[in-house]
């Protein structure tokens, strides 16, 4: 079946640090992909998306490329703050609309 | 616009009793999700509601059962709860489709003693 694997947490950053969590899915057919971000005590957020091969979502000075030849969707940013301490979820949307969730990334920034 | 609204915020049940939770989707929205999310087992889905029909289910015990209404509410019961239930149960609505996005509500925290 379809599934999401993204890179194990915490990740632990200091202020103004390069970014990168890694996210691969398992697919059949043609995928919708997202970036989720879940703040302390809230619910998740969509923090962008991607909806077929080469396109590059991008919020918040984040960015995430859908590779299909590598079945990747990469989070990237050039300079984290410490108010992107959360948690990070790689998901994807396959064509019976159920979005399947990775089990997320802890990122800490330090100041 | 209103976001998703979930009820209670907080719960706690014994073992072995029942709990109905609820789900007030973003109006418009016709799909509603369900999630259990555990600090073990990260996000995992429950099932899914598409204009009162369950669409989607996951692989969870036929204690976990739900329903949506026709003004696309749903609610979530889990009977004979047991300690392991105790989780955060997320919502999620969205207008529905592949590229459509989930709004997700703040949850409920169930906690079962």
């Known amino acids: 079946g379809n599934s999401v694997t993204q890179m194990e947490g915490p990740v632990t950053l200091s202020e103004e640090a390069f970014l990168t969590i890694n996210c691969t899915y398992t697919a059949t057919g043609y995928p919708s992909l997202f970036w989720y971000v879940q703040y302390p005590g809230e619910g998740l957020q969509l923090l962008l998306k991607?909806?077929?091969?080469?396109d590059k979502g991008s919020n918040k000075g984040f960015e995430a490329t859908y590779r299909k030849e590598t079945t990747s969707f990469h989070l990237e940013k050039g300079s984290v703050q410490v108010s992107d301490s959360a948690v990070y979820f790689c998901?994807?949307?396959?064509?019976?609309?159920?979005?399947?969730f990775g089990k997320g990334t802890r990122l800490h920034i330090l100041p | 616009k209103a976001g998703v609204t979930q009820t209670p915020r907080y719960l706690i049940k014994t073992r072995g009793q029942q709990v109905t939770l609820s789900c007030s989707p973003i109006?418009?929205?016709?799909?509603v999700s369900w999630y259990q999310q555990t600090p073990g087992q990260g996000l995992q889905f429950l099932f899914e509601?598409?204009?009162?029909?369950?669409?989607n289910k996951g692989n969870f015990p036929g204690r976990f059962s739900g329903r949506q209404f026709s003004n696309s509410r749903s609610e979530m019961n889990v009977s004979t709860l047991e300690l392991g239930d105790s989780a955060l149960y997320l919502c999620?609505?969205?207008?529905?489709?592949?590229?459509?996005?989930?709004?997700f509500g703040q949850g409920t925290r169930l906690t079962v003693v």
């Open positions: 991607a909806t077929k091969a080469d």
């Open positions: 999620a609505s969205s207008l529905g489709g592949k590229v459509a996005e989930a709004f």
């Open positions: 998901a994807l949307s396959d064509r019976d609309d159920k979005i399947i």
């Open positions: 109006s418009g929205h016709r799909s």
């Open positions: 509601y598409f204009s009162e029909t369950q669409r």
